[in-house]
């Protein structure tokens, strides 16, 4: 009877030790990943898992570490190893879902996003990532369903107009892309991409109801003067090309060629637009061209 409780005793004594080294490596990893020590907290959420590979946690934060050290392959087979273990675990669905994104694997980070909104319909931000994997994939109204519904909620509305009104552009919708546009602009004057999509409106649609070359250079120098980059510059040479000063727009296409690092395809691009310009010729677009 004495040797069966040392038994006993011995077996106890292991499971705390057991147990105590596995909250311990959990604790010793978190310590590390917030001090943005990402590689020695994935070792010390390996042992955690070690010790115990059943805990949907442990999984997630080791995602996180990958992801942290982008290497999303990891990431991914973490985050898919927590939904297995939890197939309720949104954030696992979230940050899957982003990384499928970004890796161009649209219609399996739409699922993700989709099984989110499904355990959670008012997931503001998994309806704006859907709504965004939606228009990639031309379902327009879906989209737009889902933007309105953002809207209603007032959720990150200046954002959200200009994303809505992005959609509303590749559907033919000019009246209603120019007022999300504007509204945009209204709630949020800091942000260069509501100006410079709605000066690209302006300078460059078919419907010469909605060209306005004036207002065009109007907007799209707002959107250069808050970020100077090549697409912004791009938009202001057409801007001014539909306003009638191509000498302008030829200055700023040799600006972009001269100053901006091109691919060999964007100089053939530039190249072929200069010409235009030179023949004194504005250039009009479909949503997409």
Known sequence: MKLTRNIFLCYFIIFTISCSSETSFVKKAHILFDKGSYSNSILYYSKAIDKNPSVADYYYFRGL??????EYDFAI???????E????????????GSILKEKKNFEE????????????????RALEERAELLFIKKKFMSAISDYDFLIKKKYDLANIYRKRADVKYFIFDYDGAVKDYSSSIILNPKVPYAYNNLAWLQA?????????????????????????NKNNLLTLASAYAEAG????SILILNEIMEMYDCTENEILSLKSLLEEYKANRSLWKLPGE
């Open 245 to 248: 000063m191509f000498d302008r």
């Open 77 to 83: 087979s973490d985050f898919s190893k927590t939904i």
């Open 65 to 70: 570490a990958w992801l942290m050290t982008k």
């Open 109 to 124: 980070s739409l699922s993700d996003y989709n099984k989110v909104v499904k355990l959670n319909p008012s997931d503001l």
């Open 85 to 96: 273990l939890d197939t309720n675990y949104i954030e696992a669905y979230i940050n899957r």
């Open 204 to 228: 460059t649609c078919v419907d010469n109801k909605y060209r306005d070359g004036n207002k065009a250079v109007y907007n799209a120098k707002k959107a250069v003067d808050l970020d100077n």
